[in-house]
Every structure is written in C-alpha cells, then in structure tokens.
C-alpha cells in the first residue's frame, strides 16, 4: 500500500468500521502470503519482552502461502495440512550404549539439555530424534550459532535425509532463499538447519527444535528485536507442542540450571590430550617450533587468535596515546594488507598515519598480535606449511568458507589459524596439535561471565583436536592454576560458578540494559539521569550501575549505559514497560556489555 508515495509492505491483524472523518489508501495488491495466528502471537511476545514494535518482531517471520500444496490457513490458524508425498524411511546411524541411553532419555522429556563432552557423538542423536519426529508426520528446526558450522552438518544431514533437509542463514541469496521457501511450501521439506533465521521459517507442523552449541552468544540478536534464538526456541517449543532439545560440551551456566540435564561423559572415539600451559601474552618461537615438528610429521595443527585481541592499533611510544577512530572513542584497527585503518563499529576507514595526532610524535608504532602478523611468523620459520586464515577478515562469503573447509579435510592446507570460528563446533580428525593464545585477556574482560566464557572456549578450541588420535593442547597463560582445576570436568566448574553468581546474576536474577545514544553528550546524560530517576519509582528493581558506556562513542553518538537486576521477571518487565520512550533502547537479558 501506499505511504508518503512509497509503496510499503503491510500486515492486516483485523478488519474495523472506517471512522469517517479518516483518511485511507487504497491498497494495492493482496498477496498469496499470511501469517499465521501462531506467528502472530509469538511475534506478539517477542515484540513486548524484548521492547521492539510489532512489525519489527514480525518482519523475522516468513509467512506462509495461502493455498499452497502444503498448507491451509484459517483466521485461527493452521487447520490441515496435506503432504505432498509420503515420507521415506531413513537408515539412522548405529547408536552406541552410552548414545543409545541418553536417546531414550531424551524420548521421555519435552525439554532438556544433552550435556555431551566434545566427539562423544551428539550428531547421532540429533538424527536419531529427528528421523522418530519425521515418522510421526511433523517436521524439526535445527539451529547452529552461525553459518561456518552448515557445510559440515549440511554434508552429515544430507546423508541421512537427503533432500527433504534445507540449509537456512543470512548469506543466501535472494533466489536461493525463493528456491527453498517453494520447496518449504510444497510440503517437500523435513528439516529446516541454519543459523538464528532458521527458527522462523514457515514449517506447517514442528515437532522438534534442536538448538546445537546453546553456550554460544551468536544466538543473541544484538539489533531491535534484541532476541535470543535459544530462549525463544524454548517459548516457541511450548507455544507449539514441540520437543526442544538444547546441547552443547559446555553449556551455559543458565540452561545447565533451567533444564533437565542428559549426560554423555565419554568421547566416540577414546584419544589422550596432553596439555601444557606456558606464560606470555603473544605467539612465541617455542609455539612455533612445536607447529613444525607436527606439519613434518603429517599431522594438521589449530592456532587460535582471540578476536578483540585479533585488531592491531597503532599507539604513540611518546605519549601513550591510542589512534582513535573521530566518530567513536575506540582505536582504529590496523589491515595491513589493505593498507587502511578501519574502526570495527562504524566502519570509518582512512590512510595509516604516521603521526600521533595528539602530540605529533612519529613513528606510530603497533606491537598486538594479529592472525595476519602469525601468520608471516609461521610461514617464515616453517617453510612449505599452508595456513587456512579462518577469520571474519578471510571468510566472507559462504562459498569462501566451504572451499576453506574443504582444502583443510583433504589436507591441503596444514594449519588452521584464526579467531572464535575455530571454536564453533567443527569435526577434524587430523588435529593434533591445539595452540591457545590470549585466554587472560578473555578471563580479564568486564563481564560478570567471563571465567565461563574463557573456559568454554579453552575447552571447545581444544576439543577440536584429538578427535582421531591423541593430541598436544598448548595454552599461553598466567592462570594455569583455574584453568587446570576443571579442564577435565566442565560440571565441576558450573557448580561452582553456580555459587560465584548466586543471588547477584542470572539465572538466579534476570538483568536488563538500558541504552542511551545522542549525538549530544550533555543531552544523553540527562536522558540516563532523567531515566535513572523514573525507575527509582519501582522499589523491587535495582540500579546496578549507570553512566558512560565502555565504548563511550559509536557513528559520533556519546553512549550511556544503566544496569538494572530484579529477582523476579515481571516486576522488570513492569518498570521497563513504565520507562520506556524512543529516546532509549532496552536490552532484555543482555549478554553484550560495551
């Protein structure tokens, strides 16, 4: 329909008598699309607890197509369903005793938490599960943290299902997400897998939600609507009836409480890790050497870069100054390659400089490591190694990632070097060598999360060697003693952060975020401080903190933070709701903090 001359894409919730004194367009065309009642209920939800509009919360929807082979669409909701085809019969893969035994635990619960240590085999019972939700004529949703885990899973669920399996993420192209929605709406598909969108595709009759790898923070949105895809999956499963079945080898603290938990405590395949912890902050000749001797000795090795210690900032040795980027009050990141300085928020870039712009000292000098500077070190010192960059930087396009993946299996390449995609769940059988850098720096981070997020990782990095043979895990850091007490039992540790956080985070208290940005310093303190004073009305909510946030300026808007914490959800929601204005953004159950 026509809005201010633009024709604008609209969704009709019910029809009204026309006030007579109201002016209306005229619509122009009624497409073969709707929402569903359910859609629109869940959208509903989203929109009121994560403080979005309506048309945002439904515009992560796809609806469905009125009249299509698959599905009819009644006012109140979908009433049948018609299958285009009888389904076939998958051959499932062959369970062990343990796998077997956590499967018909699972049978018997509509929501849970397989806590399965890496290699132990939880793909196996993911397929399992799917193919017995299959043969009872509904259809599942797969959900992995981000797209450089779909070539691997796409390839291991395709064996199975075959073409009933529809890959679902934000890199496809416009005529490949068309393609895909017709075979969706002709009844032709089964299983939908991908990232976070994937959760809000138009499947007549879910039985199942898998969200793999639920620890990770890909899962949370972190523009309008600020949803988190597991949370959601798990309100979607009860709104729906479907089972919704969590994983991971190291769950987050929240789920690990919130759930009933199924345990696998043994890896498929029985291989011995030895790790070694050494001090330092960057990559050392020792590590170097180490990567030498298992590339002449055939084997493939994994080097991981944290991703905000990734970024070399060029700073003045005179006055200690950092280059900051004019628009935001960070440094601006060093590409060498590309020869620029870019700022990782607003995407600001200009030429490298050569004076420091507060003193005028030359030269600038950066001394951080980077996955570009590692891997200068490493070819020079190991000659004939091929080093796959596995970064944001390298991967950009799916296609980029499936060759990179596919050069790394075959052994075309021998080591793989790169950021917090390495972590992401990913199956090599040749690895045998993990190398850890920057984990202090991770433990250091502001974040009332960051011991579980530092060891999650160490555990996930190095559970990605020795999946086939025994592997070496060499970390670089001056907290070996926390590090060492729970590297062999994750349990162990969300027991005692368990005691850590209680009483003061969730998931014994729920958090909110208030945000204010304003081109205008002064204004945006008064805006927090103006806030800050409306929520003292509500005497259950407590104001953590208020002011500057740790990144103090994004795209030339000066930033305010307000960390609220209730012990009850509603009570929050209420204050929030009575707070609530377009000059701030709220942020429920945030899991960013700068």
Not at 361 to 369: I, N
Not at 439 to 467: H, K, P, V
Request: charge should be positive; charged fraction near 25%.
């Amino acid at each position: 329909m026509p809005v201010h001359s633009k024709v604008k894409l609209a969704m009709v919730i019910n029809e009204v008598e026309k006030p007579e004194a109201f002016q209306t367009s005229e619509i122009l065309t009624i497409l073969d699309t709707a929402y569903s009642k359910s859609q629109i209920e869940i959208a509903q939800f989203i929109s009121e607890y994560y403080f979005s509009s309506l048309g945002e919360a439904i515009a992560l929807f796809i609806p469905y197509k009125n009249c299509s082979v698959g599905i009819l669409v009644h006012e109140k909701g979908i009433i049948a369903v018609h299958r285009g085809q009888e389904c076939p019969r998958y051959e499932l893969p062959t369970l062990s005793n343990d796998q077997q035994k956590a499967y018909q635990q699972l049978l018997k619960k509509d929501r849970a938490l397989l806590f399965g240590v890496t290699g132990s085999g939880k793909t196996e019972i993911f397929i399992s599960l799917m193919e017995k939700v299959i043969e009872e004529g509904k259809q599942c949703i797969f959900l992995m943290p981000e797209i450089s885990l779909t070539p691997q899973m796409q390839t291991r669920l395709e064996k199975y299902f075959g073409k009933r399996v529809v890959m679902w993420h934000s890199k496809l192209t416009k005529k490949q997400k068309e393609k895909r929605l017709e075979s969706i709406y002709a009844g032709e598909v089964d299983i939908v897998a991908g990232a976070r969108s994937a959760l809000f595709t138009p499947l007549d009759n879910i039985g199942l939600i898998i969200v793999d790898e639920e620890h990770d923070d890909s899962y949370k949105s972190m523009m309008k609507p600020r949803y988190h895809a597991r949370d959601m999956a798990v309100y979607m499963g009860g709104k729906l009836g479907a089972k919704v079945l969590l994983a991971s080898a190291t769950p987050s603290l929240s789920s690990y409480y919130k759930y009933d938990v199924v345990k696998l405590t043994k890896p498929f395949v029985q291989t011995q890790k030895h790790y070694q912890f050494v001090e330092g902050t960057t990559l050392t000749n020792g590590m170097i050497k180490q990567i030498g001797a298992n590339f002449k000795a055939g084997e493939q090795s994994l080097l991981f870069v944290p991703t905000r210690g990734n970024f070399k900032y060029l700073y003045c040795q005179k006055c200690g100054k950092t280059h900051l980027c004019p628009y935001c009050s960070v440094g601006m990141a060093l590409h060498r390659y590309a020869r620029h300085l870019k700022c990782h928020y607003c995407n600001y870039t200009e030429a490298i400089q050569e004076s420091c712009s507060y003193c005028g000292h030359t030269p600038l000098v950066s001394e951080r490591m980077g996955t570009v500077e590692a891997k200068e070190m490493i070819s020079s010192s190991v000659e004939d190694i091929v080093i796959e960059q596995f970064d944001r930087d390298s991967i950009t396009t799916a296609t980029k990632l499936k060759k990179a993946l596919k050069r790394f299996e075959s052994k075309e390449s021998h080591l793989l070097l790169g950021t917090q995609m390495l972590s992401k769940g990913h199956d090599y059988a040749n690895i045998t060598l993990s190398v850890i850098l920057g984990l202090d720096y991770l433990l250091g981070l502001g974040d009332y999360r960051a011991r579980e997020r530092a060891m999650s990782l160490l555990i996930q990095i190095a559970g990605r060697s020795g999946r086939a043979k025994s592997a070496n895990v060499l970390i670089q850091s001056a907290n070996a003693d926390f590090f060492q007490m729970y590297l062999h039992d994750y349990e162990v540790f969300l027991e005692d952060e368990m005691e850590f956080v209680r009483d003061m985070y969730p998931p014994f208290v729920s958090l909110a975020r208030v945000l204010v940005s304003h081109k205008d310093d002064a204004k945006g303190a008064k805006i927090t401080l103006d806030t800050v004073e409306r929520l003292k009305a509500f005497s259950e909510v407590e104001i953590v903190g208020h002011g500057k946030a740790p990144v103090e300026r994004i795209a030339n808007k000066f930033r305010y933070n307000i960390l609220l914490r209730c012990a009850k959800r509603i009570p929050l929601l209420k204050a929030l709701h009575g707070i609530n204005s377009p000059l701030i953004e709220i942020d429920m159950d945030p899991v960013e903090f700068s």
